[in-house]
């Protein structure tokens, strides 16, 4: 079976899309992959929606069928016919705790357009099987990497999946999105391009012992978070140490950049049994950055391999996994069952957890 899976992450880059063959043994093989970046309209209104206590409703109308317009065009673009499409939406909002979650995206333009089976809502899903919603990639992941891995996702935000029998995962902190605010803000830049001044800049102390104080990071799973807990009124606290001190900007960035790397050591040290006997991959567009991994591989004090060298490149990798999920949705939906553990030590996967099958066709 061939499927086009794509997925928009809390950094607000783009779409990242992977179009992959599967059999019925979960055995795959990658045709194509890519990333659409988002315009800088696009970008723009969708973090603003995304900041915003007061939202236009006409605005995020728009922006819901706008990435369904991109959605569709990916799709035209690539000409590869396939058996049916997964895209979960782009996160708006997301508390996990709370039950509470809001993606956008619409599906059905691409639905109709194609005659193509499409799969989405797996966060809304996730969440009336009485889980967070998010990570939602553990057992795609122990299907891509194999048993004994930890894997760490480095989006906007940064996450692990702990591969194995009964796999799980859950969020630890921020990944780019702090980084990314404080590149637009002190060097007019989307990104720390490969992590240049990550890796120059020095770690101011001060600042770090501020940062390190956010109680989600010590906080036990299952757990999950997103833009509205470090989004601006966070960033808020780097702006005003920066006016206070008048460090050199560089350093903040360092500093940032050590940050994620130190969430995401907490949470493996703090909640990974046996950790240091099991390899360590990397995805996620905070792969790129070498600040942050240099550092964690400090921490660890362990190489960290690269996605990219597991035959995943680093971009396709929640792409690809979303694609497996719905892959599963699909077979339990005709009533095809599934050799696959049911319960996880933080949730549990069910029928209704892999999401909504839209086949207007």
Known sequence: MRIFSAMSGTSTDGISY???????KFKYEIMKTGHEPYSKEIKRKLLNIAES????????????????????????RENIDCDFGVFSGHTIYHNGPKKITFQ???VTLLNFSFKIPMVSDLRYSDIAAGNQGAPLVPYADSIIYGKNKIIINIGGISNITVTGDKPYGFDCGPGNMLLDQAMRLFF????????KLSSE???L???????????FISKKPPKSTGRER???????????????NNPDKKDII?????FTAYAIYKNIAGFVENWRDMEIICAGGGCKNRGIIEKLEILLNKEIRMSDDMGVPWDARESLAFGIIAYMSLLMEFGFSLEIPIRYPYGKITTASMGKIYNRI
């Open 188 to 195: 007019r830049k989307d990104i720390d391009e490969d992590g």
């Open 18 to 24: 992977v179009i992959f063959n599967i059999d019925r």
């Open 53 to 76: 206590r007061i939202v236009d409703k006409e605005e995020l109308a728009k922006m819901h069928w706008e990435i369904g317009k991109l959605l569709k065009e990916i799709y035209e």
């Open 254 to 258: 360092a500093t940032l950049a050590y």
């Open 104 to 106: 956008i995206g619409d």
């Open 201 to 203: 800049g020095r770690v």
């Open 205 to 215: 102390e001060d600042l770090f012992e501020i940062l390190k104080r956010d109680s």
């Open 230 to 244: 470090y989004g601006e009124k966070f960033f808020e606290r780097i702006v005003e140490y920066s006016k206070g």
